[in-house]
């Protein structure tokens, strides 16, 4: 292994020192064929042992062969074996690890998804289906699908949808922010109907009674009005029986009924209400002879204030005693029906 030159270069360690054809172990002690169980020099030391022993002693481990041409082959051999057990000892443990990665990632991924579902669970629980408002002039978008498969309409939650105002991008609406503002909304219906001095009746324009025969008429027996029926006898105007029915329910709440402060599952029923929830209802009290306005918000405005009013005085009976009253604008539209 002579060679012609020194091979100690300008790297500070790393230098291997070579006697009899064999590699020093480290702190001098012993020699070995076998570059792996050689000891690591400074340039220093490497440079008194070339010094001493001449050029063709020391060898950098850049450079230096696994084994010396000294070495025995069985040691050699039994090194390589010892190599290759321990890579299959470490390729075996990375394998493992790898596994267990996988499971664990794995697992991970279906804790993820878990959690997206519940995620997607409480959204639906917080914010209000399809209802999107803006957040600088406060317009409300209702997002919905019509379903022609099976003429079902469902509410659309899909973000995207711009203000037709100003532009501006459509937030969710939560059910406390919704119930809050339908509240005070339907708060807002009952004063200005308390604040009013009278209530307009269309059907007995005021009498309060109506021909039995014609139940769509004033009676003549206590109406002047010109379109007063005086053939037969007369009956308690049914529209006017509601409404001073609701009067005396607004005197009571005036006087005694409080509204809640939080939210019954009763009050959450009528103020989560969408305002195209009420298109039959209202074609039905139009028949009936109810003046409604056509707008949707007044329709909303009107159901919301009927319902509550059959909330405060029934309470989780309400709807029960709102079917009266709609089986009684029912009875009333067959009435009036012309006889064939």
Excluded at 138 to 151: D, E, K, P, R, V
Excluded at 254 to 267: A, F, G, R
Excluded at 284 to 311: C, D, T, V
Aim: net charge negative; hydrophobic share 35%.
């Amino acid at each position: 292994m002579g060679r012609p030159e020194s091979a100690i270069t300008d790297a500070p360690n790393g230098y291997l020192l070579l006697k009899r054809n064999l590699y020093e172990r480290p702190n001098h002690m012993g020699y070995t064929g076998i570059k792996d169980n050689a000891g690591r020099y400074s340039r220093e030391v490497a440079l008194k042992h070339e010094d001493h022993y001449g050029l063709g002693h020391v060898v950098h481990e850049s450079v230096a062969p696994d084994f010396t041409s000294a070495c025995f082959e069985d040691l050699a051999r039994n090194h390589l074996q010892a190599k290759l057990d321990e890579a299959k000892t470490a390729l075996l443990t990375v394998n493992s690890q790898i596994q267990g990665a996988a499971l664990a990632f794995k697992a991970l991924k279906e804790e993820n998804a878990d959690l997206k579902a519940q995620v997607t669970d409480l959204e639906k629980k917080v914010y209000v289906p399809g209802v999107w408002r803006c957040a600088k002039c406060n317009f409300t978008l209702l997002q919905s699908n019509l379903n022609a498969s099976n003429g079902t309409v469902t509410a659309r939650d899909e973000p995207g949808a711009k203000c037709p105002n100003d532009g501006a991008p459509m937030w969710r609406t939560s059910w406390k922010d919704y119930a809050t503002e339908q509240a005070e909304m339907a708060e807002r219906v009952v004063m200005e109907k308390l604040a009013a001095d009278k209530f307009t009746c269309r059907t007995c324009e005021d009498a309060q009674w109506v021909c039995e025969s014609h139940m769509d008429k004033p009676w003549g027996g206590i109406s002047s009005s010109a379109t007063a029926c005086k053939c037969g006898a007369g009956a308690p105007c049914p529209c006017c029986q509601w409404d001073m029915a609701i009067a005396g329910l607004r005197s009571e709440l005036e006087h005694s009924t409080k509204w809640p402060e939080n939210l019954t599952p009763e009050l959450s029923d009528i103020l989560s209400r969408p305002n195209f929830s009420f298109i039959g209802l209202s074609q039905l009290y139009r028949a009936g002879g109810i003046n409604l306005k056509e707008r949707a918000e007044n329709e909303q405005a009107f159901f919301m204030h009927k319902m509550l009013s059959f909330w405060f005085s029934h309470g989780a009976g309400w709807k029960d005693a709102m079917q009266v009253e709609i089986d009684a604008v029912l009875d009333q539209i067959k009435t009036a029906e012309p006889q064939s």
